[in-house]
């Protein structure tokens, strides 16, 4: 077994595309380039650019989707990512698997034989507008007329101002389906758990769903000097006493990675000598189970049933619990993972298997495709952040792993 | 023993003040006349007018504190309350006590025999520029330069684009020393208890200590996604443990009329799917007893040490616990509470000791003099809103008891 990184580590393109593309929107050590914005366009016509000068048929669709297609053949495996960012976001985030994915085009599209190799850099993933707006448009998957009108005149306006006309491709829904064979992603991890492990390479095994809930109890705002504690209906506790009740609920029933959060907890009135008449909650978890997903809502769901009418002190208080996002879980496709596998102990590189905590494009194209993707560590696990970061031996690992993957996807036929 | 209440309820000028007094300032059912506003100088120079047309010495001072003396007497009661309101108030507040106090002077001064009784208003009591500032600058107790500028700027604005000048009293520290035996104040109770045990009238035995604090905890925000849950440095949900421990360890400590708040609770963030980085708690209580405010204090710094100290997955956190609030309790004159039992059994009207959780002028005026106060029902317990009401009856029944105290401390001499 060669020591594939070794070798790679003498080859600088990858780094120097990152830096080129992080001079569009920098700020500092970070990087604002939002969806639609100049700095975002920017970058598109500069990846259009680097993909025409390749040989490869590139084109910007009605969203800003960017791809580049492999001129010889009818059939392709796609790679890539997003470049657009959160504001004031880091350098890394999607440019990773975008950069991953133009570079590993334009090296290997000439050389593959039958299948070959496409490039693309999906619209608005962080959802400026809509989120992965791009990939669901690319995909024909579910979108509003209003969130593509929204992104496309975006779109229209930053060429405009730039000056650039170009004819922008219209998508045909599922058009797809004929050319592609497999997706593949490379993204930072945005977490800390290979730093702390101390291994370069993820393999993703499933995208975790969410669920988020707006948890509202309310009381009656009363002088907090003047008002017996018995006489009073006090969101406020009522609500401490209930998140802490759900959280030891949460701990007994979790599953080994589920997370949860209690993001945002907010009193109104909020004055020190006001009872609070209205608090509110919003707790999200997370995990790839359904069960475990279900069981997480039931409990809670319970929790708040049992607190509104079993506990006689706090009878007079009303909840409530919305739903506000519902997210299902989705699997890698077990070939690209086992591909991913092979091609980590080919270029004797260790892994590990996990899951995503967060959404990415290849969420929405899982739904249509094999997909599979892969993670280097985040220093710190930071990310959305200009501090976001990554070990540039850790970034030229990956690139070699996603190199190695591509190709083996390439010679696999599954229809 | 005579139906006194029964008598009172034909004469209808204590009603007829307060109707007028609400004028001033009137918003719907409410009041906004908020301390130096040309409304709340408005009400103060009609107060002059009703006091110099019942024949007493009616001054305004430096920070408006409106005040009438009895013309013939060396010595006198002082009765009265505050004429300002928080904004969009209610109409009552500390209006009633000043209406009871300027209707007790102008009947009765002349009657006595040895003692007069003077009528006052004091300025800002609700802290529009400084809690009490007007009390504090009558008794001649501690207050800024900034506080007494301030508020002496502002009263001398409204006066100027009324096209008022008047010398404004510069007072003497201590003057009143010679002159005051006692201060009687009456205040809607601004609380559920009297309305809830049908009482017209509650003797105030005390009013209770307040002692603030906010709690802070820092932790570090990361994606709620990808940080797996033993990784995390959750400030909120180490801020809603420490809640829940010190909810339960105040139930275990109490005292019978003791009162806590968690008026205040924010996260930061504050994003669903971000960590808490950081999550504060404002923490109040009061209580008549320096014992039990120590107490909790005490409590309450053991817990946040307990929490800090032995609780391992939340070690990584830190704490901070600020006083940013610190009123002592201070009890009412012994004399002046028989005074009024005496005087609710000669009207026949029922009546309860209690606690005042509020803060009121009386507290200041009880560091320099014997003080007392009387309460009427709030209907709904509610005040500071335009809501804020009295039974008629009630206000009736008050004023009764209230002149009747008066007279009692007239005849009292204790030194």
Not at 27 to 49: F, K
Not at 207 to 230: K, N
Not at 258 to 271: E, I, M, Q, R, Y
Request: hydrophobic residues 40%; proline residues 4%; contains cysteine.
């Amino acid at each position: 077994m060669t020591t594939f990184a070794a070798k790679e580590a003498s080859n600088p393109s990858v780094i120097n595309t990152l830096n080129r593309l992080r001079e569009f929107g920098q700020s500092g050590q970070g990087v604002n380039r939002v969806a639609g914005s100049i700095a975002d366009v920017e970058a598109r016509l500069w990846i259009l650019a680097q993909l025409e000068q390749g040989g490869m048929i590139a084109e910007i669709d009605e969203v800003g989707n960017t791809l580049g297609r492999s001129a010889h053949h009818e059939r392709a495996v796609l790679v890539g990512s997003h470049t657009d960012t959160v504001p004031t976001g880091g350098w890394l985030d999607g440019a990773l698997g975008a950069v991953y994915g133009l570079c590993t085009a334009l090296e290997l599209s000439q050389s593959t034989e039958h299948t070959g190799i496409d490039a693309v850099s999906f619209a608005d993933e962080e959802g400026s507008y809509a989120p992965c707006i791009g990939s669901r448009y690319f995909f024909g998957d579910e979108y509003s007329e209003q969130e593509f009108i929204g992104t496309a005149s975006r779109l229209q306006l930053s060429l405009a101002s730039l000056g650039a006309s170009r004819p922008l491709t219209k998508r045909l829904p599922r058009d797809w389906s004929k050319r592609y064979k497999f997706f593949l992603e490379a993204h930072i991890e945005q977490g800390p758990v290979l730093e702390a492990e101390d291994i370069p390479i993820g393999i993703v095994t499933g995208i975790v769903g969410i669920r988020r809930f707006e948890l509202t109890v309310l009381g009656r705002a009363d002088h907090a000097g003047t008002t017996p504690m018995t006489m009073r209906s006090d969101a406020g506790r009522a609500l401490i006493e209930l998140l802490n009740r759900i959280d030891i609920g949460f701990e007994q029933i979790k599953a080994s990675d589920t997370v949860w959060n209690f993001g945002v907890v907010a009193f109104s009135p909020g004055a020190p000598n006001v009872v609070p008449e209205r608090a509110t909650a919003v707790i999200e978890f997370r995990d790839r189970s359904l069960d475990v997903l279900a069981k997480f809502e039931a409990t809670m769901r319970d929790m708040v049933r049992a607190q509104a009418d079993q506990v006689p002190h706090l009878a007079s208080l009303r909840y409530s619990l919305q739903c506000t996002a519902q997210l299902e879980p989705i699997d890698m496709d077990v070939r690209v993972i086992e591909v991913l596998s092979r091609s980590c102990d080919a270029t004797g590189v260790a892994y590990r298997m996990m899951q995503s905590g967060a959404g990415h494009d290849a969420m929405i194209a899982a739904r249509h495709l094999p997909a599979g993707m892969l993670f280097i560590p985040s220093i710190g696990g930071r990310s959305h952040h200009p501090a976001e970061d990554s070990r540039k031996d850790h970034i030229q690992i990956g690139y070699a792993v996603f190199r190695e993957a591509t190709k083996y996807l390439c010679t696999l036929d599954y229809d």
